[in-house]
Structures are given as structure tokens and as C-alpha cells.
């Protein structure tokens, strides 16, 4: 509608940032800021259009700078600005950039609440599965994390992230069974090869329940091995990762 509105007349403001705001909205930052630039040319020296171009552009860096610090492993900085986008739009780019991040720094929760906001508004958003999938594995909640990342992996067999993560947790959960079925039997060094090759998969952030509960697991094996040092080595890095365990 927006589009044929501009047609009709491209001089229309409301039109123009009618059209940049629900591109956005659809994640679509990039085609935002086209159509900006396009009505500053239509309706030159509009106030309200230039605003919008100045604040989408703003968003634009925001997110590539995001985006880099993710690929860079500096979640931090990753969170910090998508926290500045989404006062800008909550569209399902920034709301699971945020996820993401949150992933990365071990707090589980907020990413959960995050996609779960998407998948109601979009049920086919095969990332919001991928992430949240992550999320509850990394609480060691893999049954749910599982079922979270095959049905990303439904909605689109092919989506690299999706699969990549499932690969990743999938063997993580099943070092962690063998490692407790090996404590079950009392064979303790197979544990703790188990809840090692664990860790080793999962590549789980050092603060998060996983990686605590995992080390503590460990710790106990190593216990009853009377290998006392790496015992309480692992019990440091447990109330490291989760002070209160």
C-alpha cells in the first residue's frame, strides 16, 4: 500500500516513512534506509524524513557492528548494542541478536523470553528455534533443547546455524549421559572423560549452569578417584561459573 501510495504521489511523507518503518520492522534495515534516501530525494528538506534517515542509519551500524563483535566472540559488546537498537525496533533481527548475545554471556533466561516473543509472533522462525534450543541446553535442559533444534532443523534442513548447533549439542548431551551412566556404574575415569568430552563439546560460555553443573559432575568423579586437586579445581571453576552452586 505504501509503495502504490508513493507512486500516486512521491511527494507524500507519511507514505514514504510508512514504508521505511514496516520495512524495518521485517527486519529489513537495509531496503529501510533505500526508501529513506529515495523520499530525502522526493520530498527534499522534510524534516521528519531526515530524522528517520539519520536514526535508521544509525541503526544499520548498530547492527554491523554487532554482528562483527558476535563473529569475534565479544558478546558484551555484542548485547550492548543490540540493547541500543532495540529502542529503536524490536523487529526479529534485533530481538534475536539480543537472544544471541545473551547466549554467549550464559544468561539463558532473557534469551528465552526473547524467543519465545518471536516464535509467537512468527511460529516458521527457524532461528528463534535454533536459539532458543541453545538456551535451554545450555541450562542443561536438553530434552527441550533437542526438540527446540530439530524443529528449526523441520522448518529448514539446510539453515547452517541450525545445524551446526544441533551437531554441537547433541554430542554435548550424550557425552554428559555417558559420563552419569558411567558414575551410575562407578566407573569413575570413563565420567570423567564423558563430562570432559561434555564441556569440550558444548563450547558453552564459563558462566552458565551447564558448564557449573558439568564441572561439578567432573569434580565428583575426580573425587572418587582420590585425584583431590583436580577435585577441587573443578569445584573453584563450578562457584566460579555459578556463584550460589
Not at 552458565?208 to 572418587?224: D, G, I, Y
Request: charged share 30%.
Amino acid at each position: 500500500d505504501c509503495r502504490r501510495a508513493v507512486s500516486l504521489d512521491p511527494g507524500y511523507v507519511k507514505g514514504h516513512l510508512r514504508l521505511a518503518k514496516a520495512l524495518r520492522e521485517l527486519s529489513d534495515v537495509t531496503g529501510a534506509e533505500d526508501a529513506l534516501r529515495r523520499a530525502a530525494m522526493s520530498c527534499p528538506g522534510n524534516k521528519e524524513i531526515a530524522e528517520e534517515l539519520r536514526k535508521t542509519g544509525s541503526l544499520a551500524t548498530h547492527l554491523a557492528g554487532a554482528k562483527r563483535a558476535i563473529e569475534e566472540g565479544d558478546a558484551g559488546r555484542a548485547l550492548e548494542l543490540y540493547t541500543s537498537a532495540l529502542r529503536v525496533t524490536q523487529c526479529a533481527e534485533v530481538t534475536l541478536g539480543a537472544a544471541r548475545a545473551e547466549t554467549g554471556l550464559g544468561r539463558c533466561d532473557r534469551a528465552m523470553r526473547l524467543t519465545l516473543q518471536i516464535i509467537r509472533e512468527d511460529p516458521g522462525n527457524v532461528q528463534a528455534y535454533a536459539i532458543r534450543g541453545l538456551a535451554l541446553c545450555l541450562k542443561a535442559d536438553f530434552d527441550q533443547g533437542m526438540k527446540h533444534l530439530k524443529e528449526s532443523l523441520r522448518l529448514d534442513p539446510d539453515h547452517g546455524e541450525a545445524q551446526r548447533l544441533h551437531r554441537r549439542m547433541k554430542r554435548a548431551g550424550n557425552a554428559m549421559e555417558r559420563g552419569r551412566a558411567a558414575v551410575a556404574k562407578r566407573d569413575f575415569a570413563v565420567a570423567v572423560e564423558g563430562f570432559t568430552e561434555a564441556l569440550d563439546a558444548a563450547a558453552a560460555p564459563e558462566q552458565c549452569h551447564f558448564t557449573a553443573t558439568t564441572l561439578a559432575e567432573r569434580a565428583n568423579a575426580h573425587l572418587r578417584l582420590k585425584d583431590l586437586d583436580a577435585a577441587l579445581a573443578d569445584c573453584a571453576k563450578a562457584i566460579a561459573s555459578q556463584e550460589d552452586h
